[in-house]
């Protein structure tokens, strides 16, 4: 890029800034709670980028400065000091551009959103529902590590205690550009608990991320929805409630079903339903907007077949690897007690890394 088209590039994003700065006071935007959030969001994104641009700046004046003060003295020591601080101060600034290169990569829509994860029992029985748990508790504690909220929505364990499908929300500001990653068939390799000839078994969980969606990012028509209620039941048919409380709610232009149970009041489930139902259909509309978008989603959960994998846990070897960088790392244990840092870094290097190439391309 030419250094005029550069310096233009910068002064539109300092004007901007300044610009969405006063918004930020500005009643009718503090009045319009969807033009709020995208402005607060803006201004979000905008600090770190506007911060890096005046450090540069700044150096770039010392620099100069320093340029200039050596082409006026003779003392030795005085030069030797001059010297030392123009290159100090070329060198941040060649570290500063990169990255700001970074800052300025084009943004995931959905960073700063909560997220919705739903994990499922794929194949391999009641192994592949001990697998799901195993799951679940691994991003409960990565949450919890990270200084995230969660909150379950729907839990249906299975017999031996795994869970047949949990759904549950993060709360985070970096919560959705770490765990977009997670999503896909996840596949594992150990012997099972069921297993009594000591064979390894291979079994497989999805996991599907969702940005949270709210009220105001997507429009649901009352007369869209078939709503039906009927009474919870825990494992084995077990009644849990003596009224019809669960809620099935069918999206009947999509034909997207969500149903909830697990709390005793109909009008909480319905509420948790709809909860994950606008993020489905924020979702769809996004990859509908986006083929790009659409060829990721529909690669998260594919068949949930052991052939299908984003990642293998191996059990044996205490090994995880993530098939779509050929990432390996063998320290499975500390993974599962959350410590997932290493692998989404990873991952996340990756794709930066591609997103610069592609602006060098």
Same mark, same amino acid.
């Given at each position: 890029m030419a250094a005029h088209d550069t310096s233009d590039r910068w002064n539109a994003l300092l004007d901007e800034y300044v610009t969405v700065e006063s918004l930020l006071s500005d009643p009718d935007v503090l009045g319009d709670q969807k033009r709020l959030r995208d402005v607060s969001r803006r201004y979000k994104e905008l600090t770190p980028v506007v911060t890096c641009i005046r450090r540069i700046e700044s150096r770039r004046s010392d620099a100069v400065a320093a340029r200039d003060l050596l082409?006026?003295?003779? $003392?030795?020591?005085? #030069?030797?000091?001059? #010297?030392?601080?123009? $290159? $100090?101060?070329?060198?941040?600034v060649e570290q500063l551009e990169e990255e700001l290169r970074v800052l300025l990569l084009p943004k995931d829509p959905? $960073?700063? #959103?909560?997220?919705?994860?739903?994990? #499922?029992?794929?194949?391999?029985?009641?192994?592949?529902?001990?697998f799901a748990r195993d799951l679940y508790d691994m991003y409960v504690a990565y949450a919890a590590r990270k200084g995230w909220k969660t909150e379950t929505i729907a839990f249906d364990p299975s017999d031996l205690g795994g869970v047949n499908q949990a759904t549950f929300v993060v709360r985070g500001d970096d919560a959705w550009s770490r765990l977009k990653y997670e999503g896909g068939p996840h596949r594992v390799q150990r012997v099972p608990v069921t297993e009594s000839q000591g064979r390894i078994h291979t079994s497989s969980a999805t996991v599907m991320v969702l940005p949270e969606a709210e009220e105001v990012d997507v429009h649901i028509d009352d007369k869209d929805l078939q709503v039906d209620v009927f009474r919870s039941s825990g494992a084995g048919g077990q009644s849990v409630n003596t009224t019809d409380s669960a809620v099935r709610i069918t999206h009947i232009p999509t034909g997207i079903v969500v149903s909830m149970q697990d709390e005793r009041s109909q009008i909480q489930n319905r509420a948790r339903a709809m909860t994950v139902l606008r993020s489905r259909l924020l979702q769809l509309a996004q990859e509908e907007a986006d083929a790009k978008m659409s060829a990721v989603r529909r690669s998260q959960v594919g068949s949930g077949g052991r052939g299908e994998k984003i990642r293998t846990y191996n059990f044996k070897e205490n090994r995880l690897t993530d098939h779509r960088i050929g990432f390996t790392i063998y320290s499975l244990s500390d993974v599962l007690a959350g410590d997932l840092d290493g692998t989404i870094d990873a991952l996340a290097n990756d794709e930066r890394a591609r997103q610069l190439s592609d602006l060098d391309a």
């Open positions: 082409e006026t003295t003779d $003392d030795a020591t005085e #030069r030797e000091q001059l #010297r030392a601080e123009r $290159d $100090d101060a070329e060198a941040e959905n $960073d700063g #959103r909560p997220v919705i994860i739903e994990i #499922r029992g794929a194949e391999g029985g009641e192994e592949a529902n001990l």
